[in-house]
Structure formats: C-alpha cells, structure tokens
T-cell receptor, first 116, second 113 residues
Framework: AQKVTQAQTEISVVEKEDVTLDCVYETRDTTYYLFWYKQPPSGELVFLIRRNSFDEQNEISGRYSWNFQKSTSSFNFTITASQVVDSAVYFCALSTLGGATNKLIFGTGTLLAVQP | DSGVTQTPKHLITATGQRVTLRCSPRSGDLSVYWYQQSLDQGLQFLIQYYNGEERAKGNILERFSAQQFPDLHSELNLSSLELGDSALYFC????????????FGEGSRLTVL
C-alpha cells in the first residue's frame, strides 16, 4: 500500500529562521513521483515541486530546497530564512504508475506558522 | 492561477439536498480528479476521469457521482447530503496520466446545515 506520513502537525517559527518539513513515504513500486503542495490561508493548492524516483538530486529554488533520500524513504522540504508569507499548510504527496491512474496520495499536512 | 476553474466557490445547503459542483480543466488536460478535504479526513481522493471515462475510484460514497463530458468539463453530484459532507471539494487536472503534477482549482466549499 502507498502511504505518506507527515509527522509534524504544526510548526511555529520566527521570521528568518530556517525550517524543515518532514515527509516519509511508503510504496512498493520502483517508479513513483513525490510532490510538495502549499495551501495558503486562501485555500487553493499550489504545486511546488515534483521529483521522480530515479532522480535523487537535491533541488534548490530560491529559499526552498528539497532533500530526497530513497534509503530512508524521505522527501524533506526546507525553507531558508522563512517569511510570514510562507505561513501555510504544506502537503507532501505520492503518485505511482501502478494501474491506470496517477492519483496523488497526500500526507496529512504540516501547518507552518511564521511569526513576524 | 492554475487554469482549473471550479464553480461555485461557496455553497450552503440543507441536509437531504442535492448539489452539483462543476469543474473546467486546464486547456488540453484530459484527466480530471476530484478530492475532498475535511478536517477529520484530510485530502481524500474521490474519483478520476480520463477523456470521458472513469479511470480510478477512491473513497467516494455511493451518494456521490461524477461524470466528464465531451468538452472535458466534469461535474460532481452530491445527493442526500449529510452534515459530514461539509468540506472543501477540489478538482484537479493533468495533461495525461503517468507524468506527475496535478493542477488544482480553488475548490468549492460546501456547508451542509
């Protein structure tokens, strides 16, 4: 079975602090995709990144970086020098190619509150 | 703006009623997905359509049904509504299955009183 675990329910930091959001996934498939989505207070789901299972290179995009480690089945997300606008719920998600669908399986989300 | 349009944005109705949520996918996207987000269940996959045909089913209740029309827009029908059906319903689309990201609409917030 596929599963995504985000153990951190809520994180509160002060602006300019670095923060890491953890994501652990489970799948027996060898080909899969991992995602992070952001849900700001306005409610929409915003795509942040996709990583496939064959690409373990870390990725950096501005203040965001992602660390993918197959050995620990983790796909962690770090925000450097956090800002108030980063306050949102962040979801990690998994998609496999098994069957005929690439539906996303979401974790329960981590609420990040960045205090000024 | 993801390019996925959902209507209505907000809906308030009573128990026992029936509502229809509508979704227009991004131009060129053939797959449409419906998700339900509630406080106790999180983001739950309901159903997927690909080019008019049902592709996958998740935790969708029998009181709920969906379809995708020839112009690729989709509708989610919720009937015999209960208080517990109050949730944010998302539609998402992707160009084809097997690649990756889903692009989500802004959601339809349903409140059942």
């Amino acid at each position: 079975a596929q599963k995504v675990t985000q153990a951190q329910t809520e994180i509160s930091v002060v602006e300019k602090e670095d923060v890491t959001l953890d994501c652990v996934y489970e799948t027996r498939d060898t080909t899969y995709y991992l995602f992070w989505y952001k849900q700001p207070p306005s409610g929409e789901l915003v795509f942040l990144i996709r990583r496939n299972s064959f690409d373990e290179q870390n990725e950096i995009s501005g203040r965001y970086s992602w660390n993918f480690q197959k050995s620990t089945s983790s796909f962690n997300f770090t925000i450097t020098a956090s800002q108030v606008v980063d306050s949102a719920v962040y979801f990690c998600a998994l998609s496999t190619l098994g069957g005929a669908t690439n539906k996303l399986i979401f974790g329960t989300g981590t609420l990040l509150a960045v205090q000024p | 703006d993801s390019g996925v349009t959902q209507t209505p944005k907000h809906l308030i109705t009573a128990t026992g009623q029936r509502v229809t949520l509508r979704c227009s996918p991004r131009s060129g996207d053939l797959s449409v997905y419906w998700y339900q987000q509630s406080l106790d269940q999180g983001l739950q996959f309901l159903i997927q359509y690909y080019n008019g045909e049902e592709r996958a089913k998740g935790n969708i209740l029998e009181r709920f049904s969906a379809q995708q029309f020839p112009d690729l827009h989709s509708e989610l029908n919720l009937s015999s509504l209960e208080l517990g059906d109050s949730a944010l319903y998302f539609c998402a689309s992707s160009v084809r299955y097997g690649t990756g990201e889903l692009f989500f609409g802004e959601g339809s917030r349903l409140t059942v009183l």
